[in-house]
């Protein structure tokens, strides 16, 4: 059974950092792409940053240079470095596994980040 376990939100200023993991079982870790996607209420899930097993990254223009996806295949973790963090990066965010021929996609229950001073 395929687990994934996020940590790490919290409150911050903004121009803050923080780092988000999700830690993940139940699967062959090294060949999912990994990613992490927010939600905020009333508004869709989007996408914020993936990473494939190979180490091949994809971000969201607004988190573009501030944020760094990153994964750790010998702990089963994937991270998310959030440095110049703003009010507007305020929401629930949430670890995906996708399977490589993408016929699987599972999600952790999400972890929240508020930015506010």
């Known amino acids: 059974q395929v687990q994934l376990v996020e940590s790490g939100g919290d409150l911050r200023q903004p121009g803050g950092s923080l780092r988000l993991s999700c830690a993940a079982s139940?699967?062959?870790?090294?060949?999912?792409?990994m990613g992490w996607y927010r939600q905020t209420p009333g508004k869709q899930r989007e996408l914020v940053a993936v990473?494939?097993?190979?180490?091949?990254?994809n971000y969201a223009d607004s988190v573009k240079g501030r944020f760094t996806i990153s994964r750790d295949n010998s702990k089963n973790t994937v991270y998310l470095q959030m440095n110049s963090l703003r009010p507007e990066d305020t929401a629930v965010y949430y670890c995906?596994?996708?399977?490589?021929?993408?016929?699987?996609?599972?999600w952790g229950q999400g972890t929240q980040v508020t930015v506010s001073s």
């Open positions: 995906n596994a996708q399977s490589p021929n993408r016929a699987y996609s599972y």
């Open positions: 990473i494939t097993g190979g180490g091949i990254t």
């Open positions: 139940g699967m062959i870790f090294g060949i999912y792409t």
